[in-house]
């Protein structure tokens, strides 16, 4: 069967919790005084203008089908917090402006009673969608199940089934743990089989379970898993796709070959945030290895360093391209929540492709994106001194795409790398130097959703050290400084970026978005996202600063900064 009649497109649900003996396992904390709490009014201070949010209450990711992005998330559509969920459904031409529709699937059968959780969709010869997806079962055990549309002609694919006589499809067999058994990926054609994974762990390691069907209907559960590793626990979300060894072009899931590497990404429940590989994906023996340099678990890569999880890619077949998309959680309280009425952000859709140094991907915001800038001022061969922070005016400053590139005029006093810090906690060493400690060469970037006299600011920023070996370049988003308000989550985060000094330039693109803002260091090398609540750097009141806290000198060598502008509904 030709790769090119499958089109595997990928629609997901990102779940957010675990039965354990008859109980729910806080991923989320399970609120029953609020979960039926509607809101009443919703405040907009903090609300995002060009993210993906619904009109109120609790939210969380996408499929592509005959010229129509759909977005199937959870949604509590009676209240602010986890609980009540459905699969909402929103439509869009260009994942920026949004049509939202009726729910899509509600649990209602015995084999999803308990809940409808996280699934992908593959696209069958003759252009038929499928949805497989985790319910619980009356018993608490996690199954996989199957949906199809109750109407191909309908454009936006309103109204979907759930055949009762064929679900489940999959039933965790002896051995496999019936509490942790969840999120089927995007399944791939070869060799006369279907093939997808499920997440699960045994004991303590992770493990992606792999199954196989010829009707897309009957699976059979391989003999060995497509990967698994210890000490990682429960593997939820896991995504598997292919990427070409260069370009920026995306492949559909059933692609195999030589010119191309293979990604495993897994959410780690653990730990809460996403994590992948880049390997070879053995099509004889049905396994995939991971390269030498990359490591599963804590000390392995991530698509985004900060409040970023449950992610999933899926291939546009129209652009040829891989689109990621992330959930960005709320780091206030439960009762900031119920209060303002809303909570939970997608990330901006992210096209991804392997680096050059085929060690690790890149990640980008669409270019559709680009369609809501406004207002743009520049600001070039810009000096930064010591203690400099240098506003940029005549945008919004709470509302803006910021893109940056610094110039470093010498690297001759960079400061050296204590081997007595790690290479494996970014966030340990943002933490401990933060963006006024003075260094050789950084702290240097932006200050976002500043306040006037800097009582509140987010900085993202980069630091260089010098290693026996090379330098080492550090990226921060340090939400510490960011609200003058207690009880808020605000940690330092960071990551390394694997980048060559030589030409001593460094890119950095913000988007900023009232409470969210997403970074992209070096060309999209690393990217952090952070979740920040200012209560004095608001709407008119919001700045944005270049600065530098260094002792040597930085070059703004060329900054464009954007007024954005909020999507529209789409018709």
């Given at each position: 069967m030709a790769v090119s009649?499958?089109?595997?497109?990928?629609?997901f649900i990102t779940f957010l919790g675990a039965v354990n003996n008859g109980r729910v396992e806080a991923t989320h904390e399970i609120y029953p005084q609020f979960q039926s709490l509607s809101a009443v009014s919703v405040h907009q201070l903090h609300r995002t203008a060009f993210h993906f949010q619904p009109p109120k209450n609790w939210i969380n990711a996408p499929m592509y089908y005959n010229g129509i992005y759909h977005f199937f998330y959870q949604y509590n559509p009676k209240g602010a917090v986890w609980g009540n969920i459905v699969w909402a459904h929103s439509v869009s031409k260009?994942?920026?402006?949004?049509?939202?529709?009726?729910?899509?699937?509600?649990?209602?059968?015995?084999?999803?009673?308990?809940?409808?959780?996280?699934g992908s969709a593959t696209i069958l010869p003759g252009n038929k969608p499928v949805i497989l997806y985790t319910g619980v079962d009356p018993n608490d055990r996690q199954v996989q199940n199957y949906a199809v549309p109750a109407n191909l002609s309908d454009p936006y694919l309103r109204k979907w089934i759930k055949p009762a006589g064929?679900?489940?499809?999959?039933?965790?067999?002896?051995?496999?743990?019936?509490?942790?058994?969840?999120?089927p990926t995007t399944a791939w054609w070869f060799s006369g089989h279907w093939r997808m994974?499920?997440?699960?762990?045994?004991?303590?390691?992770?493990?992606?379970?792999?199954?196989?069907?010829?009707?897309?209907i009957h699976w059979i559960k391989a003999k060995h898993p497509l990967h698994s590793a210890p000490h990682t626990g429960m593997w939820e979300c896991p995504d598997f796709y292919p990427v070409l060894l260069s370009g920026k072009q995306g492949l559909d899931?059933?692609?195999?070959?030589?010119?191309?590497?293979?990604?495993?990404?897994?959410?780690?429940?653990?730990?809460?945030?996403?994590?992948?590989?880049?390997?070879?994906?053995?099509?004889?023996e049905d396994r995939y290895v991971p390269d030498n340099t990359s490591v599963d678990g804590w000390a392995g890569l991530r698509y985004d360093y900060g409040n970023f999880y449950a992610s999933k890619t899926f291939f546009d077949p129209a652009k040829k391209r891989r689109i990621l998309w992330g959930w960005v959680n709320e780091s206030d309280t439960t009762s900031d929540d119920v209060r303002k009425g809303w909570a939970g952000v997608q990330a901006i859709p992210r096209i991804v492709w392997l680096d050059p140094n085929q060690r690790q991907l890149m990640q980008w915001p669409i270019q559709e994106l680009e369609t809501l800038r406004g207002t743009n001022v520049k600001m070039n061969h810009q000096m930064l001194k010591t203690g400099d922070h240098i506003e940029v005016k005549g945008i919004s400053a709470a509302q803006a795409d910021v893109d940056v590139t610094f110039y470093i005029p010498s690297l001759d006093k960079v400061?050296?790398?204590?081997?007595?810090?790690?290479?494996?906690?970014?966030?340990?060493?943002?933490?401990?130097?933060?963006?006024?400690?003075?260094?050789?060469?950084?702290?240097f970037g932006l200050l976002a959703l500043a306040s006037e006299n800097l009582e509140e600011y987010t900085p993202v920023f980069f630091r260089i050290f010098k290693s026996s070996q090379k330098n080492?370049?550090?990226?921060?988003?340090?939400?510490?400084?960011?609200?003058?308000?207690?009880?808020l989550y605000k940690p330092s985060f960071a990551g390394f970026v694997d980048v060559d000094l030589t030409d001593k330039?460094?890119?950095?693109?913000?988007?900023?978005?009232?409470?969210?803002?997403?970074?992209?260091?070096?060309?999209?090398?690393?990217?952090?996202?952070?979740?920040?609540?200012?209560?004095?750097?608001?709407?008119?009141?919001?700045?944005?600063?270049?600065?530098?806290?260094?002792?040597?000198?930085?070059?703004?060598?060329?900054?464009?900064?954007?007024?954005?502008?909020?999507p529209l509904r789409m018709n």
């Open positions: 009649k499958l089109l595997s497109l990928t629609l260009d994942m920026i402006n949004w049509k939202a529709l009726e729910p899509a699937i509600y649990p209602s059968h015995r084999f999803d009673r308990k809940g409808a959780w996280s064929l679900n489940p499809v999959v039933d965790p067999e002896a051995g496999v743990n019936a509490s942790a058994f969840r999120d994974v499920v997440g699960s762990k045994r004991n303590h390691r992770g493990m992606a379970y792999l199954y196989r069907s010829r009707d897309f899931t059933s692609v195999v070959g030589k010119q191309m590497k293979h990604v495993l990404k897994v959410s780690l429940d653990v730990t809460r945030y996403d994590y992948y590989t880049v390997g070879t994906y053995l099509t004889d400061e050296a790398f204590n081997l007595g810090w790690s290479l494996t906690d970014a966030q340990l060493l943002c933490a401990k130097k933060g963006s006024k400690v003075q260094g050789g060469i950084g702290p080492i370049v550090l990226l921060c988003s340090d939400a510490r400084s960011s609200s003058l308000k207690d009880g330039k460094l890119s950095l693109r913000s988007l900023i978005d009232h409470s969210v803002v997403e970074s992209f260091g070096a060309g999209g090398k690393t990217c952090i996202t952070s979740r920040v609540y200012p209560t004095l750097a608001v709407l008119e009141n919001a700045h944005l600063y270049a600065f530098n806290n260094g002792t040597e000198t930085i070059i703004v060598e060329n900054l464009n900064a954007w007024s954005m502008k909020k």
